[in-house]
């Protein structure tokens, strides 16, 4: 998907919204934010909640996967 911030002219160029809004690769917490609390996390095996799951365990959390 495309946004154009304003009509388009032959000067400007269409901005990519990845362009705009670029994926963090650190998280935004302190490294030891969840040390000594245990996380549930379902559907940690694949997708959304594996991401997850590894982003708590990589701040300190004691992580415990449900999935199918």
């Known amino acids: 998907m495309t946004i154009r911030t304003r009509p388009m002219s032959t000067s400007q160029r269409t901005v990519k ?3 705009m809004f670029p994926a963090r690769k ?3 917490l302190p490294k030891d934010t969840f040390v000594g609390t245990v996380a549930f ?3 940690g095996g694949t997708g959304l909640g594996a991401g997850i799951a590894r982003m708590l365990a990589q701040l300190g959390a004691d ?3 449900a999935s199918r």
């Open 17 to 19: 919204r990845w362009e």
């Open 26 to 28: 650190i998280p935004m």
């Open 41 to 43: 996390v379902t559907g």
């Open 63 to 65: 992580v415990t996967l």
